[in-house]
């Protein structure tokens, strides 16, 4: 889920580059 939601919320992914690196 947490994955889904960087990719709904990009700006999440910045919090959370470790889930962008998954991506």
């Not at 990009?10 to 690196?21: E, L, N, V």
Request: glycine fraction near 8%.
């Amino acid at each position: 889920a947490m994955r889904m939601a960087v990719e709904i919320d990009p700006r999440r992914a910045g919090m959370i580059p470790s889930s962008k690196g998954v991506l």
